[in-house]
């Protein structure tokens, strides 16, 4: 599986742009970008995800490099609510849709 | 919304004793998985159904684990005997299909204890 790189921890101060980043420089040119996160005690949940161009939902934004080897998570103003654990993930298609979890970057929101 | 459902939310059960987790996945959805998340870490995919089949269970412990989908909607998880490796989290998730670009819902988890 081709491998993503997040830093572990993040910190954000509530109602300001907080930019999640992402490495990976294996990924194949059919692989899909995901981004899942897990609130405190709660499964993950879906926020977005990508292929080659740049994408906007009512969650976040994905900005994805040129040449595909990295992307950021944007979320436009974070509140309290947003502070979770965030995963990259690669996709491969006709791979059963499979997701292969990595640790994650925790983002704390500070009031 | 539509949610995924998992039950029990907790159990605490003795090494060496039978356990059973339940999960009935969104309605519609063809494809169902299992998850086990350790303290820490991200989840691991256990097992994945397409329908009543099963499409991966290579990360699947199967000399204890075994899992079930018998007419392709709810799925049963098994561990027998339990571990005191076992205690995890144990995650249900279902898509519309396993083709394509469709996102997974997760239930909320059964977290299991193992004493």
């Known amino acids: 599986d081709a491998k993503t790189t997040q830093p572990n921890s993040m910190e954000s101060n509530e109602e300001e742009p907080v930019h999640l980043p992402c490495n990976h420089s294996?990924?194949?040119?059919?692989?899909?970008i995901h981004w899942y996160r897990q609130l405190p005690s709660q499964g993950p949940e879906y926020v977005i995800h990508g292929l080659t161009s740049n994408v906007n939902n009512r969650m976040a934004s994905l900005a994805i490099a040129e040449d595909r080897k990295s992307s950021t998570l944007i979320l436009h103003r974070a509140t309290l609510r947003d502070a979770a654990v965030y995963y990259c993930?690669?996709?491969?298609?006709?791979?059963?849709?499979?997701?292969?979890f990595g640790g994650g970057t925790r983002l704390m929101v500070k009031p | 919304e539509a949610e995924v459902a998992q039950s029990p939310r907790y159990k605490i059960t003795e090494k060496s004793q039978a356990v059973a987790f339940w999960c009935d996945p969104i309605s519609g959805h063809a494809t169902l998985y299992w998850y086990r998340q350790i303290l820490g870490q991200g989840p691991e995919l256990l097992v994945q159904f397409q329908d009543e089949s099963v499409v991966d269970d290579s990360q699947l412990p199967k000399d204890r684990f075994s899992a079930e989908r018998l007419k392709g909607v709810d799925s049963t998880l098994k561990i027998q005997p339990a571990e005191l490796g076992d205690s995890a989290m144990y995650l249900c998730a279902s898509s519309l299909t396993s083709t394509g670009s469709y996102e997974q819902y997760f239930g909320p988890g059964t977290r299991l204890t193992v004493t």
């Open positions: 993930i690669l996709r491969r298609p006709n791979a059963g849709n499979m997701l292969t």
């Open positions: 294996t990924i194949s040119g059919t692989d899909y």
